[in-house]
Nanobody, 122 residues
Framework: QVQLVESGGGSVETGGSLRLSCAASGPTFSSYAAGWFRQAPGKEREFVAVITWDGGRTFYSDSAKGRFTISRDNSKNTMDLQMTSLKLDDTAIYYC???????????????WGQGTQVTVSS
């Protein structure tokens, strides 16, 4: 099973930027789609962005579209999420996920990271 470790979270003011990174261990990370999810206090975990195994296609939630960019480097087994124009509503724990598949309106995930906190303040 793939193990995932996120880094790069922190505190930032509204309008600022952060770059999250996910380091994966295991031989299969590069073979599957991977993505980012987040969970705000009192809310369910939600989809943020996903990238195909080869980085050829990306998909974003409506809230992330135009502000966030997902990327991956399979040679290094890493995946990043560049976040710009951050808003108060972006405050959440962000989770890296591997082997992601959308089944109807739900996501099936093979492995989760432990999460990294992003706090946006005014």
């Amino acid at each position: 099973q793939v193990q995932l470790v996120e880094s790069g979270g922190g505190s930032v003011e509204t309008g600022g930027s952060l770059r999250l990174s996910c380091a994966a261990s295991g031989p299969t990370f590069s073979s599957y789609a991977a993505g980012w999810f987040r969970q705000a206090p009192g809310k369910e975990r939600e989809f943020v962005a996903v990238i195909t195994w080869d980085g050829g296609r990306t998909f974003y939630s409506d809230s992330a579209k135009g502000r966030f960019t997902i990327s991956r480097d399979n040679s290094k087994n890493t995946m990043d999420l560049q976040m710009t124009s951050l808003k108060l509503d972006d405050t959440a724990i962000y989770y890296c996920a591997s082997d992601t598949n959308k089944i109807g309106n739900s996501w099936q995930v093979g492995s989760w990271g432990q999460g990294t906190q992003v706090t946006v303040s005014s």
